[in-house]
Antibody, heavy 126, light 110 residues
């Protein structure tokens, strides 16, 4: 059974770069047709899609964050990572990594997150 | 402001049935599939429904999903106190090229 675990600093200073890693266990990050996704949730608020990377290397980022986000995969370590630059207090949130399935089915596109990490809290503060 | 619209809260008694609505547009729900997630207090979201009405292995059939036009509905029957959680709908938005979510609905089992 695939499991995901986020890791990284819990405190980041304003204007610096937030860096998180998601370690995949119980399966290979390179096997199957999955997207590897990052989602965040500010305290007491809803879910926000950050972006995803496909096993082929293609990426998709939320336009609202695109200029600051980079998602990458290190298949040798079975990990994928998130970098968010020039952070502000508005980037304070719980960050989740997730495995996602997505494709066209009968002309409609499906995309859902079927395995989630437990989340890691990142606070942006000096 | 979330792209998909959900009621902030719903409540019902144990054993009863509740429905949670999710309203969108032609660029998301109207032309793409809907998924639903359950977030228990202090926990990560968990996939409940995908492809509008399919349940992952291990999700009881008390949970159901449906879609009509640009709206979707999550149904939960035989409510248990353990069902108290926040529920989120999600869908791909073809215009924005992102996954969009509802603002979440807090279920209280009285």
């Amino acid at each position: 059974q695939v499991q995901l675990q986020e890791s990284g600093p819990g405190l980041v200073k304003p204007s610096q770069t937030l860096s998180l890693t998601c370690t995949v266990s119980g399966g290979s990050i390179s096997s199957g047709s999955y997207y590897w996704t990052w989602i965040r949730q500010p305290a007491g608020k809803g879910l926000e899609y950050i972006g995803r990377m496909y096993t082929s290397g293609s990426t998709n980022y939320n336009p609202s964050l695109k200029s600051r986000v980079t998602i990458s995969i290190d298949a040798s370590k079975n990990q994928f990572s998130l970098k968010l630059s020039s952070v502000t207090a508005a980037d304070t949130a719980v960050y989740y990594c997730a495995r996602s399935a997505g494709s066209y089915l009968s002309y409609y596109f499906y995309y859902y997150m079927d395995v989630w990490g437990k989340g890691t809290t990142v606070t942006v503060s000096s | 402001q979330s792209v998909l619209t959900q009621p902030p809260s719903v409540s019902a008694a144990p054993g009863q049935k509740v429905t949670i609505s999710c309203s969108g547009s032609s660029s998301n729900i109207g032309n793409n599939y809907v998924s639903w997630y359950q977030q228990l207090p202090g926990s990560a979201p968990k996939l409940l429904i995908y492809d509008n009405n399919k349940r992952p292995s291990g999700i009881p059939d008390r949970f159901s999903g449906s879609k009509s036009g640009t709206s979707a509905t999550l149904g939960i029957s035989g409510l248990l106190t353990g069902d108290e959680a926040d529920y989120y709908c999600g869908s791909w938005d073809s215009s924005l090229s992102v996954v969009v979510f509802g603002g979440g609905t807090k279920l209280t089992v009285l």
